[in-house]
């Protein structure tokens, strides 16, 4: 299975139980706002951890 690198670079640097959680919600197309709040968290741990720009 090819992973996608940015994928990859985003959910590193996240928890374990926060990263497995967040990437459920995404499979199940969810798009409530606590998924949406998960994934700018996310986005913002990534940044921080300096794996994504």
């Known amino acids: 299975m090819k992973l996608n ?3 990859v670079r985003l959910f590193d ?3 374990m ?3 497995c959680d967040l ?3 995404l499979r199940e197309g969810k798009r409530d ?3 949406r709040d ?3 968290k996310a986005l ?3 940044r921080k951890a ?3 720009e």
């Open 23 to 25: 990437y459920q919600r």
């Open 44 to 46: 913002d741990m990534a």
């Open 13 to 15: 640097p996240l928890p």
């Open 17 to 19: 139980a926060f990263a």
């Open 33 to 35: 706002m606590e998924t």
């Open 5 to 7: 690198p940015y994928l």
């Open 38 to 40: 998960m994934l700018l």
């Open 50 to 52: 300096g794996t994504i």
